[in-house]
């Protein structure tokens, strides 16, 4: 589905549409935020806007495969 086509329905919902997926580009979650589309991804990025609440966490990326450091 497109951004367009979702900002579409948005237009047209009686209540605010939630996007999910496992991840959300940066650039995806820029322009679904500035269409006031709610999101959230399984890295824990999301924008949630209700009731004069804001919800919004960016930046989370996948972690990397380091081994935990053993203290001294």
Aim: hydrophobic share 45%; no cysteine; net charge positive.
């Amino acid at each position: 589905m497109t951004l367009s086509s979702l900002a579409h329905r948005t237009s047209a919902a009686p209540h605010p549409l939630l996007v999910v997926g496992d991840r959300i580009s940066r650039r995806s979650a820029a322009a679904l935020r500035d269409a006031g589309i709610q999101f959230v991804d399984a890295l824990g990025n999301a924008f949630i806007a209700f009731d004069g609440a804001l919800v919004e966490v960016q930046g989370r990326t996948e972690p990397t495969n380091q081994a935990p450091k053993s203290s001294p």
